[in-house]
C-alpha cells in the first residue's frame, strides 16, 4: 500500500513539474494572446511552483499580467482557494485514543 502511494506522488510530481513551463510571465500570453478563465485555474493551481521559479527567473510571477480581466481572476481564485484551502477541508482528524 505504502509502494502504491509513493508511486502516485512521485507520479503526480513529474506530471506537475513537467507542465511548469506554462507558468506566468514565460511569453505564452501577450496583448494579441491573452489568458483566459482556464490559464487562471491552472495558473492558481502552481501558484507555489511559480513563486518558487520566480525567485530564479524575475521575469516569472504567480499572476499573468496579460489576461482577460474578470474571467482570469475568478479562475485564478477558484483554483487558489479549492486547491490551498481545500486542503484543510478534506484532511481525516486522527482520534486519539488513550
Do not use: Q
Request: charged fraction near 15%; proline fraction near 2%; aromatic fraction near 14%.
Amino acid at each position: 500500500m505504502k509502494l502504491k502511494k509513493l508511486l502516485l506522488m512521485l507520479l503526480l510530481s513529474v506530471s506537475v513539474l513537467s507542465l511548469t513551463g506554462c507558468v506566468p510571465g514565460d511569453g505564452i500570453n501577450n496583448e494579441h494572446h491573452l489568458a483566459g478563465f482556464f490559464w487562471g485555474i491552472w495558473h492558481g493551481w502552481i501558484a507555489p511552483i511559480s513563486l518558487i521559479i520566480g525567485l530564479f527567473k524575475h521575469h516569472i510571477r504567480i499572476y499573468e499580467i496579460n489576461n482577460t480581466g474578470w474571467w482570469y481572476d475568478l479562475g485564478f481564485y477558484i483554483a487558489v482557494i479549492t486547491g490551498f484551502g481545500g486542503l484543510s477541508i478534506s484532511r481525516r482528524r486522527k482520534i486519539n485514543k488513550d
